[in-house]
């Protein structure tokens, strides 16, 4: 069980990573399931609608190199616990969402419900690699 304690937690960041990513660009909500504060007029017609981009609430992606640079590091570790961030690998990424953390707060922080389907979907899987374990023997 301590052998796939790590990758099962890189596993659970990756999919909390994706329903954060999920919520952020198809609905343009927060954590707390509030709107973003939107785009300004002047970026939301010159920078967006004009490029063929959705400007009716702030979704966070034009290239989508942003969201392609979100990983899942792990951030600590032992025999019985595994600490995993959600972050940008590039450091030109990191500033962008360091902007949008001054302007909208953190776009990466999960929600309540994003995280408890996360925790249910882990404890399920290490239930079942212990029921394995215990049916091999």
């Known amino acids: 069980m301590r052998k796939t304690l790590v990758d099962?937690?890189?596993a659970s960041g990756f999919n909390l990573s994706a329903l954060?990513?999920?919520r952020v660009q198809r609905r343009g909500e927060d954590y707390q399931g509030?709107?973003?504060p939107p785009y300004t007029d002047d970026y939301a017609e010159r920078g967006r609608r004009d490029l063929g981009y959705q400007d009716e609430y702030f979704d966070f992606t034009?290239?989508?190199e942003a969201w392609?640079?979100?990983g899942v590091f792990v951030k600590a570790k032992d025999d019985d616990s595994v600490?995993?961030?959600i972050r940008s690998d590039s450091p030109s990424n990191q500033?962008?969402?360091a902007g949008?953390?001054?302007k909208r707060g953190n776009i990466l922080r999960s929600s309540e419900q994003e995280r408890s389907l996360v925790l249910k979907d882990f404890a399920n899987r290490r239930r079942e690699r212990f029921q394995k374990l215990m049916n091999e023997q």
């Open 8 to 10: 099962d937690a890189i």
């Open 20 to 22: 954060v990513k999920a």
């Open 34 to 36: 509030k709107d973003f």
């Open 62 to 64: 034009r290239t989508g």
């Open 68 to 70: 392609k640079s979100v």
């Open 83 to 85: 600490t995993v961030s």
């Open 95 to 97: 500033v962008k969402f």
């Open 100 to 102: 949008a953390v001054r």
